[in-house]
T-cell receptor
Framework: EDQVTQSPEALRLQEGESSSLNCSYT??????LFWYRQDPGKGPEFLFT???AGEEKEKERLKATLTKKESFLHITAPKPEDSATYLC?????????????FGQGTILTVHP | DTGVSQNPRHKITKRGQNVTFRCDPI?????LYWYRQTLGQGPEFLTY????????KSRLLSDRFSAERPKGSFSTLEIQRTEQGDSAMYLC????????????FGEGSRLTVL
């Protein structure tokens, strides 16, 4: 069974204090790993897709990386508006498109 | 393009009642998904439609749950004889053909069963 574990569960940062979120996964053949952002009371918003170990994607202050067992979401010089829950998800080869297995998320709070 | 729309946004019901949620996907998206999310957890896959065909259902979707997508447009998710354990956020998402994993989620329908 596919499994995704995210750590830490919650992270508090000061504005400008860079850090990383971890996503460990177990999947029977990875088709893709995905990062989403979720604001309170809203649906998840897609951020990145990573397909193979060594791949990196960047968007503003966020950078996602992938190894064979885990992915990291690096946040550089975060701002209060980066506060949200960050979700990691995997899709296994041979499964239906859009059938993702999500982790429980990391709640990020950035204080001014 | 107004995004994925879900109604109602909030529903409070008594145990044993039936509830129905509606999802209007992004108009050009052929694929539609339902997920369920409980507090402090990530979304869990429930079911997937390609146009009007329901191609996969999770084991989480008991006999009390039914989903439809008539004519491949909007979708409904009905829960019969609700139980307190059904309390959750029900999320609908859509995506175009040829793209994997990049789902466009609605804001969800929150169900509270008393």
């Amino acid at each position: 069974e596919d499994q995704v574990t995210q750590s830490p569960e919650a992270l508090r940062l000061q504005e400008g204090e860079s850090s990383s979120l971890n996503c460990s996964y177990t999947v029977s053949g990875l088709r893709g790993l995905f990062w989403y952002r979720q604001d309170p009371g809203k649906g998840p918003e897609f951020l990145f897709t990573l397909y193979s170990a060594g791949e990196e994607k960047e968007k503003e202050r966020l950078k996602a990386t992938l190894t064979k067992k885990e992915s990291f979401l690096h946040i550089t010089a975060p701002k209060p508006e980066d506060s949200a829950t960050y979700l990691c998800a995997v899709q296994a080869r041979g499964t239906s498109y859009g059938k993702l297995t999500f982790g429980q998320g990391t709640i990020l709070t950035v204080h001014p | 393009d107004t995004g994925v729309s879900q109604n109602p946004r909030h529903k409070i019901t008594k145990r044993g009642q039936n509830v129905t949620f509606r999802c209007d996907p992004i108009s050009e998206h052929n694929r539609l998904y339902w997920y369920r999310q409980t507090l402090g957890q990530g979304p869990e896959f429930l079911t997937y439609f390609q146009n009007e065909a329901q191609l996969e259902k999770s084991r989480l979707l008991s006999d009390r749950f039914s989903a439809e997508r008539p004519k491949g447009s909007f979708s409904t998710l009905e829960i019969q004889r609700t139980e307190q354990g059904d309390s959750a956020m029900y999320l609908c998402a859509s995506s175009p053909d040829g793209v994997t994993g990049e789902l466009f989620f609605g804001e969800g329908s929150r169900l509270t069963v008393l």
